[in-house]
């Protein structure tokens, strides 16, 4: 990592769109600091870092990935592109700004000459052309918040990323006509970089036994706490992702992660493909697998529930074992009133596990 030329990074955490479209803006052209969202490790970066986001760490420690004004922009405006977005649209943001998904929102309205709509904290939702959001936002729009519901039908496209949509929420979305785009990236590839299976322009998709690697313009500089994990993270050139996938037609179809697999009793279980497998049957519930160290199976599966429908265990184990096979059956439940996240739409494995263990005692 080239560290001969150095920028300040300047903080941003509650200032008002408008200001912080101005100091995006001279960050972009280097004419002004770089910028953050919320405290960092450091308060100087290499000079072509124009970004500093922390990734949620949802496996390994958090990173603090630094990402130039060339890759961010080379995101925005194949994603305007892809969206055939036109000079003067408005994106609204419902997205917080301590992750990627949230940035990028403003810097694809730079892009089209335009402020974005602040919608974060608000019960008015007025029309906006575009609008990114996280399957957590969108199963609650199909499920009672009519204001947010209506101003989803209302755009021209919907980007849905951050997480795995299932299936039936996705459908149940068409059905309720929201024109969305599931997207699939990373902090490290400025966020989505492939949509509905198909990669933004610039942007290379490979899997190797099964394992996804991406190239292309959209992959960030560096982490700027962990050097060495940054140049690990590469081979010939491609950045090796967590996740695995597979084409299907020619599109990408992603499985899940790395570390999606569990050991219980000797056979191995994919959190992901329980989750799938519930959310289909239950599409009015959100559900997390998650696994218990337990001195019988070594990783006990457990599902967290949470919705306003009723729903039994009895029926939740009967239809993963009936599906799955009796390996599926979970060894135990929690039932709450929503699921912890850790970053913007991604559950918190860990404080499930905790919570269950807690409860043990």
Known sequence: MENSSQRTLLTLAQSPIPEVMVNLAAAMVGT?????????????????VALVVATSGSSGGSKEVGIS?????????????????????????????????????????LELGTTPIDLRNTEEFPKADFTAI???QLFRALNGDRQLLAH???????????????????????????????????????????????PIAGVEVKTDDGAIKLKGPIIAYCYLNDEQAWTNSFEDGWFETSDFGE??????????RTDDIIISGGEKVSLS??????????????????????????NALHVAISGEHS????????????????????????????LPMIGVGKVDHKALAQAALERKV
Not at 79 to 98: C, H, I, M, R, Y
């Open 32 to 48: 002004g600091p770089a910028l953050c969202f919320e405290k960092m490790s450091q308060s100087q970066v290499p000079g072509p």
């Open 69 to 109: 004004a060339k890759a961010i922009l080379a995101s925005a405006k194949a994603s305007n592109d892809f969206l055939e977005a036109k000079f003067g649209q408005v994106w609204s943001l419902l997205l917080p700004l301590t992750h990627v998904a949230g940035i990028n929102v403003l810097v694809r309205s």
């Open 134 to 136: 996280v399957p957590t």
């Open 152 to 198: 989803l039908k209302s755009c021209q496209a919907v980007l849905v990323g951050g997480a795995a949509l299932p299936e039936a929420i996705a459908l149940s979305a068409k059905d309720a006509g929201i024109k969305i785009v599931t997207t699939y990236g990373m902090t490290e590839t400025c966020g989505g970089c492939v949509y509905d299976g198909t």
């Open 247 to 256: 084409f299907i037609d020619g599109k990408l179809s992603v499985i899940g």
């Open 273 to 298: 493909v329980v989750e799938s497998a519930l959310s289909q049957k239950f599409p009015e519930n959100e559900f997390a697998a998650f696994a218990v160290p337990d001195a019988e199976w070594g």
């Open 311 to 338: 729903i039994s265990t009895h029926e939740i184990s009967s239809h993963l074992e009936e599906s799955l096979g009796v390996v599926a059956k979970p060894k135990g439940f929690l039932i709450l009133s929503e």
